[in-house]
């Protein structure tokens, strides 16, 4: 019974988005919201003196958010990628990021609270900012843990702020320290950090739009930036 229940929500999320507010605790998953990819990837290089190098992947991801129950969400997101057996047993003749390895990981384990035009998001969740963010051009994106936080209370103005202290690469089948990670990056010796702290203000109107950064890569650096965009209309049929 249990298990026609599961894949009856899942045939209907495919057609109906049920994310509406939910009446009582039950009610919670059957108006949930179910929602995923799959993905295959074939990567080659070709070099002339190293060695040519390809991988394939097939993999994709399955979601799930409950519905809200007096502003409180929860959420799992699952991600898998496998290579089937085709990929070489040579490091150098691979493509790591793909992954090229099998990988199968709770990538997404969140709670969210959501009230006067605020969203707060704790756990294991998708981050998108300007130097954090998912990178998602092949099967498995990377993702955080932290909290973060929105806020649209006033017109045209949005404020966030994320407190993050582990992160996924793209390749990697666990969470690791934000600290790490980044020392890794820079080359130096690996080492933990208190974690990285980022604010952001965009504010839209019309058709200018204006965003500002700061991070505080803790105990390493901090960064800021500003951008400003604006989209020129135009009047006339244009086809490039």
């Not at 979601?63 to 898998?80: D, I, K, R």
């Amino acid at each position: 019974m249990k298990l026609k229940i599961a894949i009856s929500l899942l045939i209907n999320s495919l057609f109906i988005d049920l994310t509406v507010a939910a009446d009582d605790l039950s009610s919670i998953f059957s108006e949930g919201h179910v929602s995923g990819t799959i993905r295959a990837y074939y990567n080659t290089n070709q070099f002339e003196t190293n060695p040519d190098q390809n991988a394939f992947s097939l993999g994709g991801n399955l979601h799930f958010e409950t519905a809200p129950l007096y502003g409180m969400q929860a959420g799992v997101g699952f991600y898998s990628a496998h290579n089937l057996g085709l990929n070489s047993d040579r490091k150098e003749k691979v493509i790591s990021v793909l992954p090229a390895e099998n990988i199968d990981i709770l990538g997404e384990a969140y709670l969210r609270f959501t009230a006067f035009e605020t969203a707060i998001t704790g756990g294991r969740h998708k981050v998108d900012t300007p130097f954090a963010n998912l990178s998602d051009a092949f099967i498995i994106p990377i993702l955080f843990e932290g909290v973060s936080i929105y806020n649209q209370s006033i017109e045209n103005l949005t404020l966030s702020a994320n407190y993050l202290i582990g992160i996924k690469n793209r390749p990697s089948d666990e969470f690791v320290n934000v600290g790490e990670f980044s020392t890794q990056r820079l080359g130096v010796t690996s080492e933990s950090t208190r974690g990285t702290t980022m604010a952001n203000a965009t504010y839209t109107i019309k058709s200018l739009k204006m965003q500002g950064w700061f991070y505080q890569f803790a105990d390493l650096y901090n960064m800021g930036l500003f951008q400003a965009d604006y989209a020129i209309p135009i009047d006339y049929a244009f086809k490039p």
